[in-house]
């Protein structure tokens, strides 16, 4: 315990990464929060970042005065006294009304919260302080936070996964086709107040893979069904709050408060549900729907391709299309496909603005097979070792060179060699092949997505294609880039005509701006309005963004913050004339910025 001069410190909590305790100072307590390990200090910092951004949001932790003479490695905040959420539910059950409270007054935080721009990322009981006089709720804990534009989530291992593992949102686990945003802290709240109401985790795994699992793929037993004390009305928006798919989730902490509120008022009355959830939920910023439009045959085709990736030859595939058509979220797709298989899913970018020397590309790329594999079970890890020594064989010394996270795994006592020759590529290209033979009957389906070919390198292209002539059962290699970069005199060009002269061409999928009807179908499921509500404004667009995705919701969110698309008490409104004007000018300004 640590001594001041105004005695030992209070221990609240204590972990490998993290110290909170309550420390006297002679104008009171303070909470102090210290990093003791790992990379607290930087969350610590982030935190600060976060809360000075916070600053006199209610229910958000302020900080003390303390903090102007604070050592590097702490934080320190106003004692309020509170006892965590956590402490209460094990202390006893709460009592609807009181459920309800606490929900309005937990979306009025996140609400407010979200509102300045940032997303809490670990919402959960332990997380969550109630004031001990008037029971009102304090979140905490803001060393995970973001704003919005910085987190992007991808597959992790499960020591991997930041946030509370009972409480994580799907897209959290980086196996599914989502970054993070403001839904996740809606789906972990769901959760948190699931168990307030009932008493039980909607997920009760004690493995931690199981529960991983059971986040993406089960559908937990409704609140109302386990305890017929609660609402039905408080169960369907529980419920509505984890779905897996954020699309259909809340997608707004202020629609979550005004059905909460509503909810109240009618249990007030005797009702005990909402006619109509979500009426007023709409996101602050609209993002593309995860369910994909207009590529349903796409999508077909490309679980068609998973399935053979495990026939002897492996499986190869390239999607093309313009800038903002759509083929990140057609390969996230893959992503959420291959965790429904329980595989691994990879994936890099050529960058226009970086220079490989090498095979970079595909060396990024198995460095993240390196990452996946040091996470497995020690018993399965050292089979794979057995299997990539005696199939590398004088080859273990290429593979350690160009990807160092296999020197953590083979060894780097075998010689080494920048050696850039085209025998020395070659040899590269064997030693891919034998190290994934090695490694995809350990995990399969294992896919590969090399991004941005245009403007691959030489030497990665090379190797590229070593792995497909290679033929490696259960891999998938999928390839994406502009088509409109690629002329016939690019490497790639070449090596698609060589690959098709040896019988390997890719199973190539076209991407094409929208047409009117698909156009409409995105904007309706944006606003949640019928597509014949929405095929004028699809027309007024169109001649602007050509049926492009990206476009279309970019321009959709401009013509919202001109106020020209507005949601009023009957819902979306908008002048066709308005858009149409309000397009030309956007067109004269593009053009003249081009």
Not at 346 to 374: C, F, K, S
């Given at each position: 315990m640590q001594e001041t001069e105004n005695g030992p410190d209070e221990i609240l909590y204590l972990s490998d990464l993290t110290r909170v305790a309550r420390r006297r100072t002679p104008t009171g307590s303070v909470i102090v929060k210290q990093d003791v390990g790992g990379d607290s200090r930087k969350r610590l910092r982030n935190e600060l970042r976060v809360l000075k951004r916070l600053k006199g949001i209610d229910g958000v932790p302020s900080l003390a005065p303390q903090m102007l003479a604070r050592a590097p490695h702490e934080l320190v905040l106003a004692d309020t006294g509170s006892i965590s959420l956590a402490d209460a539910l094990t202390a006893s059950r709460m009592p609807i009304p009181r459920v309800m409270t606490l929900a309005i007054r937990l979306a009025k935080i996140v609400s407010d919260v979200h509102r300045a721009g940032i997303i809490h990322l670990d919402i959960n009981p332990a997380n969550i302080l109630l004031d001990t006089t008037t029971g009102a709720p304090i979140l905490i804990d803001f060393d995970l936070a973001a704003t919005f534009?910085?987190?992007q989530m991808r597959f992790q291992v499960q020591s991997g996964i930041h946030g509370t593992l009972d409480y994580l949102a799907p897209e959290q686990t980086g196996r599914m086709n989502r970054t993070a945003d403001e839904r996740t802290d809606l789906y972990s709240l769901g959760v948190t107040l699931y168990e307030v109401s009932t008493g039980l985790l909607p997920f009760g795994g004690q493995d931690p893979l199981e529960v991983v699992h059971d986040h993406l793929a089960l559908v937990s037993t409704s609140p109302h069904v386990l305890d017929p004390g609660v609402p039905e009305g408080l169960s369907e928006i529980i419920m509505h709050l984890i779905e897996k798919d954020p699309d259909r989730r809340y997608q707004s902490a202020e629609g979550l408060l005004h059905d909460l509120k509503m909810l109240d008022e009618a249990l007030s009355q005797g009702e005990t549900r909402l006619a109509l959830l979500g009426e007023r939920d709409f996101p602050a910023h609209f993002i593309p729907p995860t369910q994909l439009i207009g590529r349903e045959c796409e999508l077909a085709r490309l679980r068609l391709a998973l399935e053979d990736s495990h026939c002897t030859q492996g499986c190869f595939g390239m999607i093309t299309g313009d800038p903002g058509v759509g083929k990140t979220m057609l390969t996230n797709e893959l992503r959420r496909m291959t965790a429904e298989k329980s595989g691994w899913f990879?994936?890099?970018?050529?960058?226009?603005?970086?220079?490989?020397?090498?095979?970079?590309?595909?060396?990024?790329?198995?460095?993240?097979?390196?990452?996946?594999?040091?996470?497995?079970?020690?018993?399965r890890l050292l089979t794979a070792t057995q299997r990539m020594r005696k199939g590398l064989g004088n080859n273990i010394g290429v593979i350690t060179a160009m990807v160092p996270e296999f020197a953590l795994l083979l060894g780097d006592e075998h010689e080494t060699t920048e050696d850039r020759s085209t025998e020395a590529e070659k040899r590269a290209g064997v030693a891919v092949v034998s190290l994934l033979r090695a490694v995809t009957p350990l995990r399969h389906p294992l896919v590969m997505v090399l991004g941005d070919l245009q403007w691959i390198n030489e030497s990665s292209l090379n190797v590229m294609s070593a792995i497909i002539q290679g033929g490696v059962p259960g891999l998938m290699v999928v390839g994406t880039y502009r088509e409109t970069d690629v002329g016939p005199t690019h490497p790639l060009a070449h090596a698609m005509a060589r690959w098709e002269q040896l019988g390997l061409a890719p199973e190539m999928l076209r991407l094409d701006n929208f047409g009117r009807e698909d156009l409409a179908a995105l904007l309706g499921s944006m606003l949640r309005l019928p597509v014949e509500d929405v095929e004028s404004l699809a027309a007024a667009m169109s001649t602007h963004t050509g049926g492009n995705p990206f476009d279309t919701v970019e321009l959709l969110n401009a013509l919202r913050a001109d106020k020209i698309l507005e949601l009023g008490a009957d819902g979306w409104t908008w002048d066709n004339k308005e858009v149409r004007r309000f397009v030309s000018k956007t067109e004269v300004v593009a053009l003249l910025a081009a």
């Open positions: 534009n910085e987190k990879i994936e890099t970018q050529a960058n226009e603005h970086r220079y490989d020397t090498g095979p970079g590309l595909v060396a990024r790329a198995l460095g993240m097979l390196g990452g996946l594999l040091l996470s497995e079970p020690e018993t």
